[in-house]
């Protein structure tokens, strides 16, 4: 995949052909969702690509009735970032009956791999462990149990799960390091923020560190610690995943310790796959961006050049 992404020479695989693209997106649940959507769009046009594309409020249904349109209105290609794993083998079904490859983007699905084409995205497995070996490096466990509130992701959805495996992996290997509440964020900022705020009304407040699957969910965190009188940063060291400009001002003010990379940039990616795919060329099975693990220490110098 290394290879594949680095070969981007839009030129040599532009044949002048206008490719219609239906694509459907989760939502708009966070900052990095909002530029995984720009860099899509702004890729389409570049690519000389039609792009017909529907933002589904993280609601599987409309997901599902976008595709049905799609298929109606005979696009080249489907594009898919599934809300949730489960629960597509139906439509999927429909795509291929009516002989239009489908393409995940950002996520993946449970369903058959002869029901779609190529994958591309990250390594959300991989980001769960990052994250995990971060703390492990850096907070180590003086006097007795290290204790660890977790964020999920939306139920279901293949970062929830694989940041979530990744993760407990590592801190398996670690039984100093252990979860004292785990609940679902949505992905989003209002999420997070709520999480906090029922476990500090409903415990003492006992946790070393936040663990928070999307940055969004880390800031809203951030809020509901200080609006107890609680120093996020300082007093609970908070590891998220992302690594959008929102987490590294963050890193920047002392409230946020480390930032996972997950990046939202596949638009480039993905319209070349998409005329590779249509050229007949053979495609890799997955197509796995290439992240990095970001902390305070570099967080003023990288802030510079981020582009989301
Ligand atoms: O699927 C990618 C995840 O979805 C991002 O980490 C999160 O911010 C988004 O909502």
Not at 107 to 119: F, S, V
Not at 146 to 165: D, F, M, W, Y
Request: with cysteine.
């Amino acid at each position: 995949a290394g290879e594949y992404l680095a070969a981007l020479d839009r030129e040599s695989i532009d044949d002048g052909r206008r490719i219609t693209v239906g694509y459907s997106q989760v939502g708009q649940e966070s900052q990095w969702r909002l530029a995984n959507t720009r860099s899509i769009q702004e890729a389409a046009r570049e690519f000389n690509m039609e792009l017909l594309f529907d933002s589904a409020d993280q609601s599987q249904k409309k997901q599902i009735e976008a595709i049905r349109r799609f298929i109606k209105e005979k696009v080249d290609v489907i594009v898919v970032s599934p809300v949730v794993e489960a629960g597509w083998d139906e439509v999927l079904k429909e795509a291929k009956e009516a002989n239009i490859p489908v393409v995940m983007s950002d996520r993946r699905i449970e369903a058959g791999d002869d029901l779609t084409t190529t994958y591309i995205g990250a390594d959300f497995l991989e980001e769960g462990r990052r994250a995990m070996r971060w703390l492990r490096e850096h907070v180590k466990p003086e006097q007795g149990v290290v204790r660890i509130l977790e964020l999920q992701g939306s139920e279901g959805a293949t970062p929830t799960e694989e940041r979530k495996k990744g993760f407990y992996e590592i801190l398996e290997e670690n039984p100093q390091y252990q979860i004292v509440y785990t609940d679902y964020g949505d992905f989003t900022y209002e999420g997070g923020k709520q999480v906090v705020e029922e476990y500090i009304n409903s415990h003492t407040w006992d946790v070393d560190i936040i663990y928070s699957h999307n940055d969004d969910m880390a800031l809203g965190a951030i809020k509901a610690l200080e609006a107890h009188g609680l120093k996020p940063g300082k007093d609970i060291t908070i590891v998220s995943v992302d690594a959008t400009k929102e987490a590294f001002q963050a890193m920047i003010d002392g409230k946020l310790n480390c930032a996972v990379e997950c990046s939202p940039l596949l638009g480039p990616p993905l319209m070349k796959a998409i005329r590779d795919m249509i050229a007949g060329k053979e495609m890799p099975l997955r197509i796995i961006t290439e992240e990095k693990v970001y902390d305070q220490s570099d967080a003023e110098t990288v802030i510079k050049t981020r582009e989301y």
